[in-house]
T-cell receptor, first 111, second 113 residues
């Protein structure tokens, strides 16, 4: 079974802090994605990567950056966390076009 | 920008009912769709991916795509309380060798015993 893991299930940070969210997949997938999910707004794509050191902006990249130094690991970085970044963050990976495997999610609260 | 619309619900049905969940899309060129199921507090899981006009069936789930009318449906027959979840429709856009989905906001389904 494909396994996508995220570093934390719950995270509480203060405004202005630098936040790292880590995602690791164990199936040698080329493609990895970061989404945020908010009530009433659904899933929105922040960034995705289709190869090591490659990244593409999604629909809402402002306030975020990403890093993919190794194929299995895709990190989301909040350079200076703000309260409007309080959300559920979901990582996903895929190899074939017809599949996306999601991690368990990180619920981030910024105070 | 592709738009994907779903009725948010909640849709409440008795156990055993046939459920029809609908999703409309704005880009007439779209030819494929994802359906995901998301239980409360959990992450989405892929139920079905369909491509081109026609139906696809997997157990109690059936996906139907109608390109002329620009909607895709997910039918669940013999619904069970364990089907209670939010169902997300997504339209993929080819990019970098993968498909990048734009998600609808989901339809909440409640199946009561």
């Amino acid at each position: 079974d494909v396994k996508v893991t995220q570093s934390s299930r719950y995270l509480v940070k203060r405004t202005g802090e630098k936040v790292f969210l880590e995602c690791v997949q164990d199936m040698d997938h080329e493609n990895m994605f970061w989404y945020r999910q908010d009530p009433g707004l659904g899933l929105r794509l922040i960034y995705f990567s289709y190869d090591v050191k490659m990244k593409e902006k999604g629909d809402i990249p402002e306030g975020y950056s990403v890093s993919r130094e190794k194929k299995e690991r895709f990190s989301l970085i909040l350079e200076s966390a703000s309260t409007n970044q309080t959300s559920m963050y979901l990582c996903a990976s895929s190899l074939q076009p017809d599949e996306q495997f999601f991690g368990p999610g990180t619920r981030l609260t910024v105070l | 920008q592709k738009e994907v619309e779903q009725n948010s619900g909640p849709l409440s049905v008795p156990e055993g009912a046939i459920v029809s969940l609908n999703c409309t899309y704005s880009d007439r060129g779209s030819q494929s769709f994802f359906w995901y199921r998301q239980y409360s507090g959990k992450s989405p899981e892929l139920i079905m991916f369909i491509y081109s006009n026609g139906d696809k069936e997997d157990g109690r789930f059936r996906a139907q795509l109608n390109k002329a009318s620009q909607y895709v449906s997910l039918l669940i027959r013999d619904s069970q309380p364990s089907d209670s979840a939010t169902y997300l429709c997504a339209v993929p856009t080819a990019s970098g060798g993968s498909y990048i989905p734009t998600f609808g906001r989901g339809t909440s389904l409640i199946v009561h015993p």
